[in-house]
Structures are given as structure tokens and as C-alpha cells.
């Protein structure tokens, strides 16, 4: 109000600086005839190529945005992208390059609207853009800067004006956009930066050095942020000077690490005690949600039924994976582990020093959730690195994805050391059981896995000794049983069983398998309790005998007398990716009287040479943009 009082007192004096002149006329014409020529260019181009001068080919674009039926301009979309260009906040992170993506819109998107891609606000994130608005009121201030400033300051507020207006009014918004207005807007800033410090030299003592400091900080925050968004970029930087960025990485990331060692940071598996809602059936709830709103990780539970709930996890609000159908009891609490890169600090972070790349890059991609210790969701997948802070137990401040609240009852949790080695289980074929033991038979030998043929075969097998105790044991055909150590169990509790045996490799394929195929290797409950070099017998078929014992030879009990909850398929391929746990072999058949709609089932010949490639196998629909795909990654 001050400012517009004094503007109207200032009237005459304002009305005299701007009279056209002929140096003014000039001035235009060398910036507008030069636009005009190009604008009459573009016009004529389109005219022949599309028949209408204003048409720049964007109703013929194939893309995920029907130009056909979406507005591709409207001022309804005016305010969210103001949001997006100019006031959005970036998100601060302690490692490095420090800053992540930004807020969504707070209020509700205009229909059609198509999104936005990694943007940032400028007056949030270049403070020195703030000197731009400076520029004007220092002039109307300034009595002695000369009127040309101020033509120069309506030309360029005019030029900046129409070249941003296009943007406001577009269908989306992205930072590359703010290439079209940001010289311009960096060419007033100068000036008003210019302007004042000439306004500094009128000042003496602290008031001279606390503006002049509060400019330098404002121009090196900028050129700060600037620097590391370039870095940052789509992640650019580190996919093509990969050894660089590691460098740098290390370098700033090692005040953070002194931090987090200082106050005791905790790092690694989170692990939860809830109690579901039993009211929440067929309801979405996020469970873990790391990163920022655009870069974000989600872990969720699906409420199917009464009885059954399954886990799900996207990165980035992609496509979910799914586990299969659990069975739940409401009225009980339940244990749920999760292992995920997100939970680890970035690769190049102290926590990580001595450990070889490949292990690195195998923890940071590591999914892994279990559901009272059977672990229904794993897999190699790619997660945002998120700090401390921006880890969410429960809730979802970001997005709107899976849900804001969990709304079950969250009794207990708690981040345990991280496995070592953190690498996942070595061997290249296994097969992995949750068991529930029964009342113990002592002595009894249950059969757990077996492979080859009466009298040339081998069986692992697992007996009791007490309550509390189990031996595992092999009995390879026509050689003496051989025992493993006394094994402590929790009764009553699910028993998860990884085994790999060298009857699993009938053709090793590579030194590897040559060297699994002589040994016998096995796990309980996350811990390795049997490892030894042993001789096995040619397996007829390579598929293991799952809790019986096919030869019916009188030592051993016929068929497992505990039950086996769940099984994860035996690999073959040394290349296979680790599937997820099942129930049982299901499949949907077509109705046959209308063979065209329903499941379909393919049996191919897969090649081996395509390493790091992907390709379809089925795809649907009319377009590009309107199409699903199933695809399949060597």
C-alpha cells in the first residue's frame, strides 16, 4: 500500500520517464521484427505441413496424452503450474547432491491436467531470482539511475511476461520449461543486483556489509542449488561419469556419516509388531514409505477378505508386485520384516567402505518382507536412496498412493544390523520351505527334500531331538547317514528352510555350479547351520522330492509329519530371478465356447545371449499411449 501511494504521488515524474521517444521505437523494432520474421516463418511452415498455421503437429503426437481430447492449454491450469515454476520447495536431503524432488500441488488439480516432471519451484530454490523483483523498486527509489534502465526493465518485464504466459496456460510442468523465461528473469536479477549494491555505497558500516553479505549468500545458495540439480538430474551424472560421482559422493557424504556415528544412527531390516484392522476389507494401507513425493518408495497390504491380506511394493508408484494370498488371523498380533535399499544409506556412504561393489549393489537392491518369518515378497528391484528423515513407519505424507494412514495398530518396531554378509543367499538352485514342526517323535526322521532313485539317491531329512532341538541329516544311497549339529528351534513357530544340495546341478554351466554341485549347503531361519564338500548322486529328473520320501526304505518316515505352509519353486538357471512364494499350481482356464477372452498360457524356447535386454511377449491395445504390456527381462 505504501509502494502504490507513493507510485501515485510519483505520477508526473513516472509518466515523463517512459515518453516514447525515437530511441525507444528502435529499441523495439530491433527486438520485435527480428520475432515477428520467425513467428511469419512458423506459420507458413505449419500452413504446409498441416494446413493450418497455428497447428504445430500436436494433435498428431503419439504419446501416453491424447492431444485429441485433452486441452493442451487452459487458464484453469494457471495456478498449479505458478505452483510448480515458482513456489514449490525442494526437499533437503544429508547426502549427497543434498537436494530431492519437490511437493505435489496442495490443492486439487484441474481435470486433464497431466502432470509434472522433476520441478522446482524458483523463488524457493533460486533465492537470487528474489532480485529481479528488486530491480523495478530500486529504480522507482533511485532517482539518479538512468530513465534507459528503466525502458529496459518494461521491455524485458514484457518480453519475460509473454514468453511465460505459454507455460502457465500448458497442460504440464517440467524444469526444462523454465529454460524459455529463466535468462530472461537471471538477465533482471543482474540488474537488480546491480542496482543494489550501487545502493550499498550509500550506506556505511554494518548496513553496508550485512546487504552486500546477504547478496553474496543469495547468489552462492543459488549457484549451490543450480550445481547440484545438475547433478541430480535424472540421475545423469552418475550413469555416465559413474567414478566421478563415487568421488564426489564420498567426499560430501563423510559429515553426515560423522553425524550418524556420533548419535547413533540405525541403519538396516525394520522390524514390526501389529495388529490389523479388521474392518479395512479390500482397503489399501501403506506400511513403509520412503523418499520424497516425486522419488518414492511404498510397501503396502491389501486387505482381500476376512482371512487373507497379501503385500505389495512399488517404486515410484509403478506397477506393484504382489505376494500371494496370506492367511491372517485378526484377532492376533503378526510379525513383518522388511528388508529394502531405501532403509541402507546411499552406496557411496561410509557404511558401506570395505565391501565389494557387487555386494553393495545387491543390498541396495534387495527386497524383502517377511510375514510371521515366512517371507512372502523378495526380489532385486531399484529403490530411491531416502534419509532418515524421510522414512515412514504407518503413514504416507507424500502421495495419495496406497493410502495416508495404516490403520491398524502398530505395537512395536524396531531396525536391526543388517545381515552379513549382506549379499543374499549364494547358492545359484535351492529350494526354500516355511515349515510348522508338530509334537516331536524323538528320533523320528522326517523326509524334507529328495533327489535320484531307491539306492542312488539323496534325502535331507530333519530330526527331533527334544522340544527345543532338531538335527538335520543326509542320507546319501548306500554310504552311511551323516548328521549335523544339534540346531536350537522355536517351538510352534514357522521354521523357514533354504537347502541346496549338489544333486541340484546336473550340468553345472560354470565353476559356481561345478563347486555347488560337490557341496551341500543349508540354512534355517535366516542362519547358515549345515555347510559341507559332500558326494551326491545323479538326480533322475532335477526336481527334488518335496517332504516325503519316495523309496519307502523303513528308516525314514514316509512323508513329512509337520506341514509345510509354503514352498518357493526350485531353480534350475543360475540366471533365474528369485520367484515368489506360492500356494499351489493354479491356473484360470478360457471358457470354451469363447476361446478369444481369457488366460493365455505360452511355452517358449528362451535365448541365451541377450543379457541385459527386454522383450514382449504380450501386448494390447490401440496406441502407445493406451496400451499394457507384459514383457520379459533377460
Known sequence: LHGAAWLWREREVWRRRIRPDAAWWREAAALFLPLGVIGVGMGVYNFLRFGNPLEFGVQYMLGSLNARTSAMASVSYVPVNLYYNFLAPIHFSRYFPFFQGSS?????????????????????????????????????????????????????GLYFAGILWPVLCFVSSANRYLVDYLPTALLVAALG????????????????????????????????????????????????????????AGIFNRPAAWWEAATGQAYGPLELKVKLAPDRIGGVEPLLVTGTPEFSDYLFVHYIDGSHLELGFSHSRGAPVLSQPIAVDYSLPHEIAIEAGSLLPPA???????????????????????????????????????SPRAVYVGENPLTDYSGRKFHGEILAQARRTPPDPIAPFAGSSFVRLALRLEAPTPARKEPLLATGAAGQGDLLFLQHEDATQVRLGLQHGGTEVRLSEAIAIQPQALQVLEASLGSFYPRPANARERELAQRLIVRLNGNTVWEETREFHPAANGFPAIGRNPWADGQTAPAFSGRIVTQQPFRLFASASDPLFRFEKYWQVADAANPR???????????????GHAEPLVVTGPSAGQADYVWIYY
Open 348 to 386: 557411496t556412504h561410509a557404511f558401506f567402505s570395505g565391501r565389494a561393489a557387487a555386494e553393495v549393489n545387491a543390498a541396495k537392491r534387495r527386497l524383502r518382507v517377511s510375514f510371521d518369518r515366512v517371507p512372502y515378497l523378495e526380489a532385486q528391484t531399484e529403490f530411491y536412496d531416502a
Open 597 to 611: 477372452y481369457g488366460g493365455l498360457r505360452l511355452r517358449v524356447e528362451l535365448p541365451r545371449t541377450l543379457a
Open 193 to 248: 543486483l546491480l542496482l543494489l549494491d550501487r545502493m550499498a555505497d550509500a550506506t556505511v558500516g554494518f548496513r553496508r556489509i550485512g546487504l552486500r553479505a546477504l547478496l553474496g549468500g543469495v547468489v552462492a545458495y543459488t549457484v549451490l542449488f543450480n550445481l547440484m540439480e545438475a547433478v541430480r538430474y535424472c540421475d545423469y551424472f552418475e550413469q555416465k561419469r559413474p567414478g566421478v560421482y563415487a568421488k564426489l
Open 104 to 156: 505435489f500441488y496442495p490443492f486439487a488439480i484441474p481435470k486433464d491436467y497431466f502432470g509434472f516432471e522433476y520441478p522446482a519451484g524458483v523463488l524457493t530454490t533460486m533465492p537470487a531470482l528474489w532480485l529481479a523483483l528488486a530491480a523495478p523498486l530500486v529504480w522507482f527509489r533511485r532517482r539518479t539511475v538512468t530513465p534507459p534502465v528503466g525502458r529496459w526493465l518494461l521491455l524485458l
